[in-house]
């Protein structure tokens, strides 16, 4: 092929692209706006249009107000003319998720399938997914892949977990799932999947700390929108940081991390109580809640402190928990942090997850959305 014919190839797929782009930002548009605005000539945004349409991507909804003339049609991009589905893995349960192009869910479950690594579970875990996809009478042909969430770091090829004492699943492997999933698969770390939610959610984040408030804590560290990895794939994971040297023994084989403060399984343990009756009792005065709860947030304050030395960004908490919080819960976060760091922080800095315990696995949904955009 001609140089000039690439060129003529890359110049159409860039404006289809654009085009694209533009409809999903607005939400709601007309040809004649997509002109004005991309300052493209009409025959070439009509051109678009007609392709984006024909290959399902578009549709039109209704017609704009008039101004004189004839009415504008209404033009819409087809929110789930492709999917991408996230499976969140937990010791004792499994989080499925479907998201459209917007990244909203359309779709979530949860199953009590305890993790062991057996060729039993994986095969499982393929038919709770099918019965996910048909319950939800998802179009198959619209899936874009099933992004993988696990308690996990995963090794720098993205085929395995290289470290996962939590579930003792060191010895997961990409193609454990691939076996019973016929859709293109990756693996992903939960925390770092949380992460990209954030990023997807808060256009304007540069750098941020991320505090993910599970059943066991996760952490991640965002520096120039990009999540941190690391050499060896394990940079972020806060919850390993160590807060009193001689503090109460971690999963890690550690003492004091902030994994045995501040995680939910390390709140119930302190509690006797489960959480969601933790916090009604909470709400209802009971002071030996009270005493608790100030203990998690004084340690969760220590520890933002120090990141917020390191990074000095917002801080994100997310997660399980993070439902539970009130507005009281931030202004007292807020106070213990800046009465000992010669930093402070606002409370625009402090931002709340708002997707609770399906987190990761909308996190790692998003990585089939973010790739189908940019090659519309």
């Known amino acids: 092929m001609s140089d000039k014919g690439m060129t003529t190839m890359a110049v159409k797929k860039i404006n289809k692209n654009k085009v694209y782009s533009f409809i999903r930002q607005e939400v709601t548009t007309s040809k004649l706006q997509i002109v004005q605005k991309l300052q493209m000539g009409l025959s070439t945004v009509s051109q678009n249009l007609k392709i984006l349409e024909e290959e399902g991507l578009l549709e039109k909804n209704g017609y704009f107000e008039s101004t004189g003339g004839r009415k504008a049609q209404a033009i819409q991009i087809r929110r789930t003319a492709r999917i991408s589905i996230g499976i969140g893995i937990l010791k004792k349960m499994v989080h499925f998720v479907a998201i459209d192009l917007y990244g909203t869910v359309i779709f979530d479950s949860t199953q009590d399938i305890p993790y062991e690594p057996s060729l039993d579970y994986y095969r499982q875990l393929g038919l709770e997914l099918e019965e996910f996809i048909s319950e939800n009478d998802l179009d198959r042909s619209s899936i874009l892949g099933v992004s993988i969430a696990t308690q996990g770091i995963i090794a720098p090829d993205g085929q395995s977990v290289s470290y996962g004492v939590i579930m003792d699943n060191i010895q997961m492997k990409l193609s454990d ?94 509690s006797g109580m489960g959480i969601t009756a933790f916090f009604q009792e909470l709400g209802n005065g009971g002071s030996r809640c009270r005493q608790i709860w100030d203990d998690y947030l004084n340690h969760l304050a220590f520890a933002i402190r120090n990141l917020n030395i390191m990074i000095d960004g917002s801080i994100i908490i997310s997660g399980y928990l993070v439902p539970f919080f009130i507005e009281d819960d931030v202004t007292y976060l807020l106070n213990q942090i800046n009465s000992s760091s010669p930093f402070t922080l606002s409370r625009e800095q402090i931002l709340l997850g708002t997707q609770g315990q399906y987190t990761p696995a909308i996190g790692a949904a998003l990585y089939y959305i973010r790739e189908f955009l940019q090659n519309v």
């Open 177 to 270: 799932f691939t076996e019973f999933i016929t859709y293109p698969c990756r693996l992903e770390h939960d925390s770092k999947a949380a992460a990209y939610l954030e990023l997807w959610n808060h256009q304007e984040i540069d750098s941020a700390v991320v505090l993910l408030l599970n059943r066991n804590m996760g952490g991640s560290v965002i520096t120039n929108r990009q999540v941190h990895q690391g050499i060896h794939m394990h940079s972020g994971i806060i919850e390993h940081l160590c807060i009193t040297p001689d503090g109460p023994l971690c999963y890690c084989g550690c003492r004091g991390c902030l994994e045995t403060y501040c995680s939910a399984n390390a709140l119930e343990n302190a």
